[in-house]
């Protein structure tokens, strides 16, 4: 059974940086999958932030490209989310999911974190 | 970038009933579209991918269907259990992007 799990503060100071991980189970982040992360600001739809393959290969939302670090941990099976400069307007839910990948080509996301609150607040 | 456009914003419906739900996208997408379910206070739950394939473990009664830039999800007896918020989502051009949803409520 595939399951991620998101772990982070749950307050950051505008300004700082903003880090995520995602802790995947019972499938091999080296494998071939894609892992990307969606957020959701309260009380609104889903926002795409980025996506990456393990081999450092990754895809940004133009909007926040400048801003948005993603990396992965293949022995702890882990990936990470760095957004930095924030501000209120990044205060959301934050969810990662695995990502269909295939022949260099990108697809759905099949499974999703349960997702964590991330507020931007002095 | 490529806007997904959803239709109706909400929609009340009794159990039993036909539910149809519509996603347009600003250009063509050929069928790179899925279908995501957001129960309220869970995380999403794919629904359906390449615009008609049904996920793992989802029951009949949901099925997608068009190509290009126009889509339905269709549940064709709705449950209690399936209020919900439903997104479309495009994957044939970056960015990924999410329509704004369709929200089931239960009369």
């Known amino acids: 059974q595939v399951q991620l799990q998101e772990s982070g503060p749950g307050l950051v100071k505008p300004s700082e940086t903003l880090s995520l991980t995602c802790t995947v189970s019972g499938y091999s982040i080296s494998s071939d999958y894609s892992w990307g992360w969606v957020r959701q600001p309260p009380g609104k739809g889903l926002e795409w932030i980025g996506s990456m393959y393990h081999s450092g290969s990754t895809r940004y939302s133009a909007s926040l490209k400048s801003r948005v670090t993603m990396s992965v941990d293949t022995p702890k099976n882990q990936f990470s989310l760095m957004l930095s400069y924030v501000t209120a307007a990044d205060t959301a839910v934050y969810y990662c999911a695995r990502q269909y990948y295939s022949g260099s080509a990108w697809y759905h996301f099949d499974y999703w974190g349960q997702g964590t609150l991330v507020t931007v607040s002095s | 970038e490529i806007v997904m456009t959803q239709s109706p914003a909400t929609l009340s419906v009794s159990p039993g009933e036909r539910v149809t739900l519509s996603c347009r996208a600003s250009r063509s997408v050929s069928n790179n579209l899925a279908w995501c379910q957001q129960k309220p206070g869970q995380a999403p739950r794919l629904l359906i991918y390449r615009a008609s394939t049904r996920a793992t473990g989802i029951p009949a009664r949901f099925s997608g269907s068009g190509s290009g830039t126009e889509f339905t999800l269709t549940i064709s007896s709705l449950q209690s259990e399936d209020l919900a918020v439903y997104y479309c989502?495009?994957?044939?051009?970056?960015?990924?992007?999410f329509g704004g949803g369709t929200k089931v409520e239960i009369k």
């Open positions: 989502q495009q994957y044939d051009d970056w960015p990924l992007t």
